[in-house]
């Protein structure tokens, strides 16, 4: 949806007379981008009394009600329009899809990091030392040698992705 069809699709929806106020309000905004709305309901009154030139102290009131009614529901449509083209919520996506890659990495390092029984952190421990402190480390110790250190055999990513299957 383009700003301009976001911009006519709710005058256009919901009335559907021939003779639209709102789109001559439409047709005011287009023609004069940097009015002011005192200017704006100054030429939309001529408009509608051009329009009904029978009763112009009746069309006054009605017009400015239906003016400012209108003006506000357009300025709505044209800011949520915008909104949406903006990325705003692309944006937000990719911030959050970035957290949780961050996420994944620190919860990937931290169980490298839990200190076995030995009283050293798994990177720094062999598989022996894996093995012995059974449990999850039991699949650890299957992926090297006894004498092996740990973290120089296996990346953080590695060990995340043992603990992903294990506790699937």
């Not at 009904?52 to 017009?63: G, K, N, R, S, V």
């Not at 009283?119 to 992926?143: E, I, M, N, Q, Y």
């Not at 973290?151 to 294990?166: F, I, P, Y």
Request: charged fraction near 30%; glycine fraction near 6%; aromatic fraction near 8%.
């Amino acid at each position: 949806m383009t700003l301009h069809d976001a911009t006519y699709a709710g005058p256009a929806v919901h009335k559907t007379s021939e003779a639209n106020p709102a789109k001559i309000i439409l047709e005011l905004m287009d023609q004069n981008p940097g009015a002011r709305r005192d200017q704006l309901m100054a030429m939309f009154r001529e408009r509608m009394r051009d329009l009904i030139p029978d009763e112009p102290e009746f069309i006054t009131p009605l017009a400015d009600r239906y003016f400012y009614h209108e003006y506000n529901n357009i300025l709505g449509y044209r800011r949520r329009a915008e909104q949406q083209s903006s990325g705003s919520t692309r944006k937000a996506k990719a911030e959050f899809k970035t957290k949780v890659k961050a996420a994944k990495k620190r919860i990937a390092a931290a169980i490298l990091d839990t200190i076995l029984p030995t009283g050293k952190p798994a990177r720094d421990s062999t598989f022996a030392d894996c093995k012995r402190a059974g449990g999850f480390w039991l699949k650890v110790a299957a992926k090297g040698k006894p004498s092996q250190i740990v973290g120089e055999v296996l990346s953080d990513k590695q060990v995340a992705a043992l603990w992903r299957t294990s506790h699937a």
